[in-house]
């Protein structure tokens, strides 16, 4: 199955500033989708990630708040913008490894608590 | 979207056997995976059950899907310290789309 690498696993940033979060696969992956949990909640989709292609984001999700870069097959960006202390929460990208078998891989999450 | 229900809570005593239900809205999900969250970590692939069947055993875990109910279960047999974490629900809609999830049950295995 894929193996992803997420950086950075953790940052404390003060609100008003953004945070880029990069996403690197090891194998090239049509699709990539970011997601946010919440503390104590669990993943809500923020947005899919298509090489070549502008972001399709979920209801309650912008472009302006989370910009998505995506410029080849195996890597992804993540911006938080503007940061308020409401976005602190883990975000986690994904890719589909392969039905079955190896299902769906995720990051490590990169933790981020806004001050 | 999807509707993905879980029970939020379960406890259990060490050497019990843990039951997770799911159920979910999406006649058409594939595969329905279960992810395993232990504390500060992230998703782990516990196992996963394609649609046309109705029971996977892999070890000590066994998954029940009743796809007329659209009900979703796990079962850990043994079940340890270890264990302990959150457990989610995951239903597949379609190939290449992303997974929805349910809100997670928390297991707490007690000595």
């Known amino acids: 199955s894929a193996v992803i690498s997420q950086k950075p696993s953790r940052d404390i940033c003060q609100r008003g500033t953004s945070l880029t979060i990069q996403c690197q696969v090891d194998?090239?992956?049509?699709?990539m989708f970011w997601y946010r949990q919440q503390p104590g909640q669990s993943l809500t989709l923020i947005a899919t990630a298509n090489q070549g292609s502008e972001a399709t984001y979920e209801s309650g999700f912008v472009i302006d708040k989370f910009p998505i870069s995506r410029p080849n097959l195996t890597f992804s960006t993540l911006t938080v913008s503007n940061m308020s202390p409401e976005d602190s929460s883990i975000y986690l990208c994904?890719?589909?490894?392969?039905?079955?078998?190896?299902?769906?891989?995720f990051g490590s999450g990169t933790r981020l608590t806004v001050v | 979207g999807e509707d993905v229900e879980q029970s939020l809570f379960l406890s259990v005593r060490e050497g019990d056997s843990s039951v997770i239900n799911c159920t979910y809205t999406d006649s058409s999900s594939t595969y329905l995976y279960w992810y395993k969250q232990e504390p500060g970590a992230g998703l782990q692939l516990l196992t996963y059950?394609?649609?046309?069947?109705d029971m996977k055993q892999d070890q000590r875990l066994t998954v029940l899907l009743n796809k007329k109910d659209k009900h979703l279960s796990l079962r850990i047999a043994d079940t340890q310290t270890g264990d302990s974490a959150i457990y989610f629900c995951?239903?597949?809609?379609?190939?290449?789309?992303?997974?929805?999830f349910g809100k997670g049950t928390s297991l707490l295995v007690t000595p």
């Open positions: 994904s890719v589909d490894s392969g039905t079955g078998v190896y299902g769906y891989t």
């Open positions: 194998s090239q992956v049509t699709m």
């Open positions: 059950i394609f649609s046309n069947m």
């Open positions: 995951a239903p597949q809609p379609n190939s290449g789309y992303a997974l929805n």
